[in-house]
């Protein structure tokens, strides 16, 4: 019997692999788009996580360190040729540095809930109209990158299949990253500061440098999540990489999804990916109609799902044994 | 001998002294009773000895080092850990990783910490609601795991904040005997608690607070009897039977 359901799971561990592999050479590039999208989301949900939703730390500017990876490697492949994928590694690490400047000023000065989330939004805001007025940045045009056609080792390629590999390795990277958070004694600690600062202090845990820690590796991997971007685009300008819209974008799926849990993000990007697809392709005729009824769907979401979709599911999940 | 010492303690609040020039000493093994009325700085003491307040004069020191200016997590590494009033389980996590996460603070591996927190929730008598999420459990088992947790930490001294207090007599024996063991564990206690009963039984010695002050220090039965503390504490008619 035992056996029996690991062999069973085993199948269908392997079946949902082998689906995953071959799905995108099958589809149409409109839904291998579809599918870049909803794991790009997902990625940035899930980096997003570790710090807003683990550590409690609300996070209202993430596009500061999305627009700091777009940046960094774009500028360092456009005007020195340095390919992005090193540029990527470059933007993560400035990403960190800049995870450093916000989290040392942010939590040493105490900065909790909404005041931190507004200090965050400023970081952001301050990144934007920076990069909207330097030459460097390109001002409001933004940069174009170049085309090299299919060129995998300066991070292109003319089939979305390509894209959709290198998010899908990303996505399963932070996925279990994230996993071994959620099972050890990071996990504990981000959510023990979540749940009660004072009472964590009490038992031993550094505060101050487990927030720091939790915004350096969201930092790192959120600006990861820029340069596939904008390799993925080709394009970037100061309202796409550090607008608010953007850091809204980043957190709204681990909301809906469920926050502090590791498959939230995912379950978060997998209904609104496609649920905007589907609201703009029925009434994208009417300017904005979609947005109003996928607004709408998102309020009720926060509304009636309080603690996300994967929280819903569990709890119906344990009802049923009980 | 590993001591705890207050010497000279003093904490204003804007023109509220809390803590007024205290000094006084915890012996190791002896569970030290902390008494006073409402508002009599009490609770502003733990919070200055576990690092929560800085205290505006005065030292604390553990041994020969001075605890002054250090953050709580550290004073807790040193080997205080403390309680709170309200107590405040994170209560999202299950009851045992509540429990784990004070064990990470000397434990490295996963395994070793999962072994240790279950033999703190046996000791407590929550290995049975170890899966539970922390908010689904009482009064009484809030603050069970409030023991567990600072247990957890393996300190050598432990400050409890009322521990006992909206507890049912029977739950209130209970907890006695839990502190009892704790005291045969090892650890030197220092404990607040407003119902003489349970302080006069407990403790080995009581150190009486009043407007931030001590105004009586000593073996419980001569506290009782002393005419400082009937007065300011008791009430002016108050027999001790």
New interface residues.
């Given amino acids: 019997m035992f056996k029996k359901s690991i062999a069973n799971s085993l199948f269908l561990w392997f079946g949902l692999i082998l689906i995953v592999i071959l799905l995108p050479f099958f589809l149409p590039p409109y839904f291998i788009h579809v599918l870049v999208m909803i794991l790009f989301y997902a990625y940035l949900g899930t980096s997003w996580n570790i710090l807003g939703g683990y550590a409690g730390q609300f996070s209202f500017g993430h596009a500061a360190f999305f627009g700091i990876g777009a940046y960094a490697s774009t500028l360092a492949f456009v005007n020195w040729g340095i390919s992005p994928w090193l540029g990527m590694i470059l933007g993560g690490l400035l990403g960190m540095l800049l995870g450093l400047l916000i989290g040392s000023l942010c939590f040493h000065y105490g900065l909790r809930g909404p005041y931190f989330a507004l200090a965050t939004l400023a970081f952001s805001e301050l990144l934007r109209l920076i990069s909207l007025n330097l030459d460097l940045t390109g001002k409001a045009m933004g940069i174009l990158i170049p085309l090299k056609g299919n060129a995998p080792f300066s991070f292109q390629h003319e089939s979305k299949i390509f894209y959709y590999f290198v998010i899908l390795l990303m996505f399963i990277g932070v996925l279990w990253i994230t996993r071994c958070i959620d099972?050890?004694?990071f996990g504990?600690?981000f959510?023990?500061i979540?749940?009660?600062e004072?009472?964590?202090?009490?038992?031993?845990?550094?505060?101050?440098a487990y927030k720091l820690l939790a915004i350096l590796i969201s930092g790192f991997l959120t600006a990861l999540g820029g340069t596939f971007y904008a390799q993925y685009f080709l394009y970037i300008d100061p309202a796409i990489t550090f607008g608010v819209g953007n850091s809204i974008e980043i957190f709204l799926r681990p909301i809906v999804g469920g926050m502090?849990t590791v498959y939230g993000p995912l379950i978060g990007a997998s209904v609104l990916g496609p649920l905007g697809e589907v609201t703009r392709g029925l009434l994208g005729g009417y300017q904005g109609v979609h947005l109003m009824i996928y607004g709408a769907i998102l309020v009720s979401v926060i509304i009636f799902l309080p603690n996300g979709i994967y929280g819903w599911l569990r709890s119906l999940k344990k009802k049923h044994r009980d | 001998m590993r001591f705890l010492k207050i010497e000279n303690l003093s904490k204003s609040f804007g023109g509220l002294t809390a803590v007024n020039h205290v000094t006084f000493q915890v012996e190791q093994g002896e569970i030290m009773g902390l008494i006073g009325p409402n508002g009599s700085g009490k609770t502003t003491l733990f919070n200055l000895i576990s690092g929560f307040l800085a205290p505006d004069k005065g030292n604390i020191y553990l041994g020969e080092k001075s605890l002054v200016g250090l953050r709580p997590h550290q004073i807790c590494k040193r080997g205080i850990g403390r309680t709170f009033q309200i107590a405040k389980p994170f209560s999202h996590l299950s009851v045992m990783r509540n429990v784990r996460t004070a064990v990470f603070n000397w434990e490295r591996t996963i395994s070793g910490a999962n072994r240790e927190s279950e033999g703190l929730l046996k000791f407590v008598g929550l290995w049975s609601k170890r899966n539970e999420s922390a908010s689904s459990l009482t009064l009484m088992e809030r603050k069970r795991l409030e023991l567990a947790r600072s247990l957890g930490t393996h300190p050598k001294f432990l400050l409890l904040d009322e521990v006992m207090a909206g507890l049912t007599p029977v739950e209130q024996q209970k907890m006695i005997e839990l502190v009892k063991k704790i005291r045969e564990g090892g650890i030197t206690l220092i404990v607040i608690e407003h119902t003489m009963q349970i302080i006069m039984t407990l403790s080995d010695r009581i150190v009486v607070l009043c407007f931030g002050e001590i105004i009586a220090e000593g073996p419980p039965q001569a506290v009782a009897q002393d005419p400082n503390v009937i007065k300011s504490y008791l009430g002016e008619k108050y027999r001790f039977a």
């Fill in positions: 099972k050890g004694k504990d600690y959510t023990a979540r749940e009660d004072d009472s964590a202090e009490a038992i031993g845990v550094d505060t101050f502090g």
